[in-house]
Protein backbone atom coordinates (compact mmCIF):
# COMPACT_ATOMS: atom_id res chain seq x y z
CA UNK A 1 0.00 0.00 0.00
CA UNK A 2 1.54 3.74 -1.41
CA UNK A 3 0.71 6.58 0.19
CA UNK A 4 2.86 10.34 -1.20
CA UNK A 5 5.65 7.87 -1.43
CA UNK A 6 5.17 5.87 1.94
CA UNK A 7 5.26 1.92 1.50
CA UNK A 8 2.80 -0.14 4.16
CA UNK A 9 3.71 -4.03 3.40
CA UNK A 10 0.30 -6.43 2.84
CA UNK A 11 0.33 -9.62 4.08
CA UNK A 12 0.58 -12.55 4.42
CA UNK A 13 -3.00 -14.01 4.06
CA UNK A 14 -3.96 -17.11 5.80
CA UNK A 15 -7.14 -18.72 5.61
CA UNK A 16 -9.20 -22.20 6.52
CA UNK A 17 -12.30 -22.05 4.62
CA UNK A 18 -15.13 -24.55 4.53
CA UNK A 19 -18.15 -23.96 2.30
CA UNK A 20 -21.20 -25.10 0.36
CA UNK A 21 -23.52 -23.68 -2.21
CA UNK A 22 -25.24 -22.35 0.84
CA UNK A 23 -22.79 -21.01 2.76
CA UNK A 24 -18.69 -20.62 3.51
CA UNK A 25 -17.48 -20.79 7.48
CA UNK A 26 -14.49 -19.17 7.60
CA UNK A 27 -12.26 -20.99 10.48
CA UNK A 28 -9.68 -18.46 10.63
CA UNK A 29 -8.36 -15.80 9.30
CA UNK A 30 -5.12 -14.43 9.92
CA UNK A 31 -4.05 -11.06 7.73
CA UNK A 32 -1.12 -8.78 8.61
CA UNK A 33 -0.59 -4.87 7.43
CA UNK A 34 1.99 -3.54 7.49
CA UNK A 35 1.78 -2.83 11.70
CA UNK A 36 -1.87 -4.44 11.97
CA UNK A 37 -2.13 -7.88 12.99
CA UNK A 38 -6.19 -9.30 12.77
CA UNK A 39 -7.34 -12.67 13.54
CA UNK A 40 -10.79 -13.68 12.96
CA UNK A 41 -13.57 -16.17 12.15
CA UNK A 42 -16.99 -16.07 10.77
CA UNK A 43 -19.46 -16.75 8.06
CA UNK A 44 -20.63 -15.69 4.80
CA UNK A 45 -24.32 -16.27 3.72
CA UNK A 46 -25.59 -17.52 0.09
CA UNK A 47 -24.72 -15.93 -2.78
CA UNK A 48 -23.28 -13.36 -0.52
CA UNK A 49 -26.23 -12.00 1.22
CA UNK A 50 -25.20 -11.45 4.66
CA UNK A 51 -22.26 -12.32 6.42
CA UNK A 52 -20.79 -12.18 10.00
CA UNK A 53 -17.43 -12.32 12.10
CA UNK A 54 -15.33 -11.65 14.98
CA UNK A 55 -11.85 -11.07 14.87
CA UNK A 56 -8.94 -9.90 17.77
CA UNK A 57 -5.72 -7.74 16.61
CA UNK A 58 -2.73 -6.07 17.62
CA UNK A 59 -2.15 -2.28 16.89
CA UNK A 60 1.43 -0.50 16.40
CA UNK A 61 -0.26 3.19 16.60
CA UNK A 62 3.01 5.09 16.21
CA UNK A 63 3.88 3.09 12.97
CA UNK A 64 0.49 3.24 11.65
CA UNK A 65 0.63 7.04 11.50
CA UNK A 66 4.04 7.24 10.45
CA UNK A 67 2.91 6.13 7.14
CA UNK A 68 -0.85 7.44 7.06
CA UNK A 69 0.06 11.12 8.50
CA UNK A 70 3.70 11.38 9.98
CA UNK A 71 2.87 14.38 12.08
CA UNK A 72 0.61 12.88 13.87
CA UNK A 73 3.07 10.24 15.52
CA UNK A 74 4.35 12.89 17.71
CA UNK A 75 1.59 14.07 19.17
CA UNK A 76 0.27 10.34 19.89
CA UNK A 77 2.68 8.97 22.24
CA UNK A 78 1.71 5.42 22.01
CA UNK A 79 4.61 3.38 23.09
CA UNK A 80 3.14 -0.09 23.66
CA UNK A 81 0.70 -1.94 20.67
CA UNK A 82 -3.05 -1.32 21.17
CA UNK A 83 -4.79 -4.93 21.84
CA UNK A 84 -8.45 -4.97 20.34
CA UNK A 85 -11.16 -7.02 19.57
CA UNK A 86 -14.51 -6.72 17.71
CA UNK A 87 -17.26 -7.83 15.21
CA UNK A 88 -18.54 -7.25 12.19
CA UNK A 89 -21.93 -7.97 10.41
CA UNK A 90 -23.27 -7.19 7.05
CA UNK A 91 -26.80 -7.92 5.43
CA UNK A 92 -28.88 -6.34 2.71
CA UNK A 93 -31.70 -5.76 5.34
CA UNK A 94 -29.60 -4.05 7.48
CA UNK A 95 -26.37 -3.01 5.59
CA UNK A 96 -22.98 -2.64 7.53
CA UNK A 97 -22.33 -2.40 11.52
CA UNK A 98 -19.99 -3.28 13.60
CA UNK A 99 -17.69 -2.27 16.46
CA UNK A 100 -14.28 -2.18 17.86
CA UNK A 101 -13.05 -1.97 21.25
CA UNK A 102 -9.82 -2.12 23.31
CA UNK A 103 -9.29 -5.30 25.51
CA UNK A 104 -5.98 -4.81 27.18
CA UNK A 105 -6.78 -1.42 29.30
CA UNK A 106 -5.49 1.12 30.81
CA UNK A 107 -3.57 2.25 27.74
CA UNK A 108 -2.06 6.01 27.34
CA UNK A 109 -2.24 8.05 24.34
CA UNK A 110 -1.92 11.64 23.35
CA UNK A 111 -1.09 12.74 27.15
CA UNK A 112 -4.58 10.84 28.02
CA UNK A 113 -4.88 7.60 29.87
CA UNK A 114 -7.98 5.22 28.89
CA UNK A 115 -9.57 2.46 30.78
CA UNK A 116 -12.45 2.33 28.10
CA UNK A 117 -11.84 3.13 24.02
CA UNK A 118 -14.42 1.80 21.64
CA UNK A 119 -15.49 3.03 18.05
CA UNK A 120 -19.03 1.53 16.83
CA UNK A 121 -20.53 1.72 13.02
CA UNK A 122 -24.01 1.20 11.95
CA UNK A 123 -24.86 3.20 8.85
CA UNK A 124 -25.22 5.78 8.22
CA UNK A 125 -23.18 6.70 11.85
CA UNK A 126 -19.67 6.24 13.20
CA UNK A 127 -19.30 6.80 17.27
CA UNK A 128 -15.86 6.95 18.80
CA UNK A 129 -16.46 6.50 22.71
CA UNK A 130 -13.59 7.24 25.03
CA UNK A 131 -13.17 7.12 29.06
CA UNK A 132 -11.81 7.33 32.37
CA UNK A 133 -12.93 7.01 35.68
CA UNK A 134 -11.43 9.76 36.90
CA UNK A 135 -12.40 12.40 34.35
CA UNK A 136 -15.18 11.58 32.34
CA UNK A 137 -16.38 10.12 28.82
CA UNK A 138 -16.59 11.44 25.25
CA UNK A 139 -18.19 10.87 22.58
CA UNK A 140 -17.83 11.76 18.89
CA UNK A 141 -20.40 11.17 15.94
CA UNK A 142 -19.76 11.06 12.35
CA UNK A 143 -22.87 10.83 10.20
CA UNK A 144 -22.69 10.29 6.20
CA UNK A 145 -24.74 13.41 5.94
CA UNK A 146 -21.25 15.27 7.15
CA UNK A 147 -22.84 16.38 10.59
CA UNK A 148 -20.08 15.94 13.48
CA UNK A 149 -21.50 15.79 16.96
CA UNK A 150 -19.71 15.80 20.41
CA UNK A 151 -21.22 14.59 23.49
CA UNK A 152 -18.23 15.41 26.58
CA UNK A 153 -19.58 14.47 30.49
CA UNK A 154 -16.22 15.77 32.61
CA UNK A 155 -15.23 15.35 35.41
CA UNK A 156 -11.55 16.76 36.60
CA UNK A 157 -10.10 16.70 33.41
CA UNK A 158 -7.36 18.34 31.95
CA UNK A 159 -7.42 20.17 28.91
CA UNK A 160 -3.73 20.31 27.85
CA UNK A 161 -3.16 17.05 26.31
CA UNK A 162 -6.34 17.73 23.98
CA UNK A 163 -4.63 21.17 22.78
CA UNK A 164 -1.60 19.55 21.90
CA UNK A 165 -2.67 17.40 20.19
CA UNK A 166 -5.15 19.84 18.02
CA UNK A 167 -1.98 22.03 17.89
CA UNK A 168 -3.30 24.88 19.53
CA UNK A 169 -0.95 27.10 21.01
CA UNK A 170 -1.34 27.62 24.46
CA UNK A 171 -0.27 30.60 26.06
CA UNK A 172 3.40 30.82 28.12
CA UNK A 173 1.55 32.52 31.08
CA UNK A 174 -1.33 30.32 31.50
CA UNK A 175 -2.82 28.97 35.20
CA UNK A 176 -1.37 26.27 36.17
CA UNK A 177 -3.44 23.18 36.76
CA UNK A 178 -6.38 23.80 35.35
CA UNK A 179 -9.40 21.62 35.33
CA UNK A 180 -12.72 21.24 33.50
CA UNK A 181 -16.19 19.46 34.92
CA UNK A 182 -19.58 19.55 33.62
CA UNK A 183 -21.22 19.24 30.28
CA UNK A 184 -20.75 20.32 26.46
CA UNK A 185 -22.45 18.74 23.90
CA UNK A 186 -21.44 20.49 19.90
CA UNK A 187 -22.81 19.82 16.70
CA UNK A 188 -21.56 21.14 13.19
CA UNK A 189 -20.89 20.34 9.60
CA UNK A 190 -18.02 19.25 8.15
CA UNK A 191 -16.18 21.07 6.64
CA UNK A 192 -15.89 22.77 10.01
CA UNK A 193 -16.26 26.32 10.44
CA UNK A 194 -16.55 28.63 13.41
CA UNK A 195 -19.89 29.93 12.38
CA UNK A 196 -21.66 26.15 11.78
CA UNK A 197 -20.62 25.35 15.35
CA UNK A 198 -24.00 24.68 17.36
CA UNK A 199 -24.35 23.36 20.81
CA UNK A 200 -24.83 24.05 24.81
CA UNK A 201 -22.24 23.94 27.78
CA UNK A 202 -22.85 23.63 31.36
CA UNK A 203 -19.10 23.86 32.58
CA UNK A 204 -16.85 24.29 36.00
CA UNK A 205 -13.28 25.62 35.29
CA UNK A 206 -10.92 25.52 38.38
CA UNK A 207 -7.42 26.38 38.47
CA UNK A 208 -4.90 27.70 41.16
CA UNK A 209 -5.93 30.77 42.67
CA UNK A 210 -9.23 30.90 40.77
CA UNK A 211 -12.43 28.99 39.56
CA UNK A 212 -15.27 29.87 37.10
CA UNK A 213 -18.09 28.78 35.93
CA UNK A 214 -20.56 29.10 32.41
CA UNK A 215 -23.52 28.19 31.47
CA UNK A 216 -24.46 28.86 27.51
CA UNK A 217 -25.11 27.90 24.26
CA UNK A 218 -24.76 28.55 20.93
CA UNK A 219 -26.58 28.77 17.42
CA UNK A 220 -27.47 31.70 15.06
CA UNK A 221 -26.20 33.72 18.24
CA UNK A 222 -23.72 33.03 21.46
CA UNK A 223 -25.71 33.26 24.02
CA UNK A 224 -24.17 32.96 27.69
CA UNK A 225 -26.66 32.88 30.48
CA UNK A 226 -24.49 32.24 33.61
CA UNK A 227 -20.65 33.89 33.57
CA UNK A 228 -19.30 33.84 36.95
CA UNK A 229 -15.55 33.81 38.27
CA UNK A 230 -13.43 33.66 41.47
CA UNK A 231 -9.59 35.28 40.97
CA UNK A 232 -7.25 36.29 43.92
CA UNK A 233 -10.32 37.71 46.08
CA UNK A 234 -12.18 38.75 43.52
CA UNK A 235 -15.61 37.99 42.28
CA UNK A 236 -17.26 38.61 38.88
CA UNK A 237 -20.68 37.76 37.34
CA UNK A 238 -22.28 38.24 34.03
CA UNK A 239 -24.41 37.37 31.07
CA UNK A 240 -24.30 38.06 27.33
CA UNK A 241 -25.97 37.54 23.38
CA UNK A 242 -23.66 38.09 20.92
CA UNK A 243 -24.95 37.98 17.19
Request: proline letters at 5%.
Amino acid sequence: LHRDGRSLDFGPIEADLDGNADAIDIKNLEISVGPVRLRGSGSIGGLGGSAAGEFTGVLDLEEMLLWWQPEWANRVDSNDPLEFGGEVSWSVESGLQGGVRLTKTPVRLAGFEFDDLEANFRAPEATISASHSSCGRVSLTVSADQTLALEARLHDANPAPALALAGCEVPPHRPEDIRISGNLDAWTTLPMTVDHVKGSADLQVRWQGGRASLQGTAGDRLVIDHLSGHLFGGHLEGSATIT
